[in-house]
Each structure stands twice: as C-alpha cells, then as structure tokens.
C-alpha cells in the first residue's frame, strides 16, 4: 500500500496568507455599510476627518488581528512540515511583517501620543 503524503501544512499555509486580506475585506465591507450615510450627515470637514481617521483605525486594527491568526495558522503550518524554506516560511513572513508594523505603531502611539 502506498502512504500518500499528507498536505495538511500547505492547507494551514493558505489560510495564514487569507487572514489578513480576509479581515481587510471584511472591514472595508463593513465600513461600506456602516459609515454610508454618514459622510452626508456631517457638513463641516472636521468632522470628516475624524471619520476617515476612525476609519483608518479600524483597518489598522483588523490588519493586526487578521495577521495574529494568520501567524497562528502559519505555525501551525510549520509545526507539520518544519523546513527553513516553505511556503509555511512565506506565510509566516507575510503575516509577521504587518504583525510586528502595526504593534510598533501601536506602541509609539501609546507612549509618545497620537
């Protein structure tokens, strides 16, 4: 009998890389619901702009959650097939660099002030 290879990390590598550009979909898709009638309630550009900046915000917030799953699932991914360069590697990568961007700002936002 032949033993086929499980592709249980390539799976888990997939679902790394989707996270973040799932949860980025789906903030924009609410924003774009949530927020359509309020650029025409607000006259003054003020307070627009505090809009747009909350708008902001919550993508830079779903960037970080979206990267801390795919980073989860990315070593998940690495625990199945444990080789320097794979495409769980990648994932990991990919999802470590906004990962670590975002929690940077956060903390300079934090101690330094907005």
């Known amino acids: 009998m ?3 290879p499980s592709r249980k990390y390539l799976i888990y590598a997939l679902i790394a890389f989707l996270c973040p550009i799932a949860a980025i979909l789906v903030t924009i898709l609410y924003q774009s619901i949530a927020h359509a009638e309020d650029w025409k309630l607000y006259g003054e550009e003020l307070a627009g702009a505090y809009l747009a900046l909350a708008e902001v915000i919550q993508i830079v917030y779903a960037v ?3 990267s801390a799953l795919g980073l989860i699932f990315a070593i998940i991914s690495l625990r199945f097939r444990r080789r320097f360069i794979s495409v769980g590697t990648a ?12 929690v940077y700002l956060l903390i300079q936002g934090i101690t330094r002030g907005w």
Do not use: M
């Open 91 to 102: 994932a990991l990568t990919f999802n470590a660099l906004p990962f670590v961007l975002t």
């Open 2 to 4: 032949k033993v086929v």
């Open 64 to 66: 970080a959650i979206g």
